[in-house]
């Protein structure tokens, strides 16, 4: 059992995938693209090489908890990705994640190119590191 978490963006998708214990965050990659139909394939072809079980997607709620627009764009995104996985969709509440991300690369001496290229797949590792917690904490 695996679990995904997605940091869905604009242009930048970042991926985590879990170790097969669900205790960390192990493989990270960046799908590259605009398109949601290529996002999908990726998602997919990412599900199946690594038996991905669970799928968490970022939640981008506003600082006070609202939802905009974006939240709007994930829940869409959450309902393609049931239908087209047939996975559960754990909506996941990135607020900050990608913030901590450029600081986390920042303080390793990364530097803003080098960052733009993997700050989602970070931003996906905090989310997914919050879900494992999360699932370790309510057992």
Request: charged share 25%; aromatic share 4%; net charge positive.
């Amino acid at each position: 059992m695996r679990i995904m978490a997605i940091d869905y963006g604009d242009a930048h998708t970042g991926i985590a995938i879990s170790d097969a214990t669900c205790t960390i965050a192990g493989y990270t990659t960046v799908i590259n693209t605009r398109r949601r139909e290529e996002v999908i394939d990726g998602v997919k072809k990412l599900i199946a090489e690594y038996s991905v079980t669970e799928l968490v997607l970022g939640y981008p709620k506003n600082m006070d908890g609202t939802l905009g627009p974006r939240a709007e764009k994930a829940q869409e995104m959450a309902e393609v990705l049931r239908a087209e996985t047939s996975l559960p969709v754990t909506l996941w509440d990135e607020r900050r994640t990608t913030v901590d991300a450029h600081n986390i690369l920042m303080n390793n001496g990364k530097n803003a190119k080098q960052r733009k290229k993997v700050v989602d797949a970070v931003a996906a590792s905090l989310m997914l590191e919050g879900y494992l917690t999360r699932i370790r904490l309510s057992r």
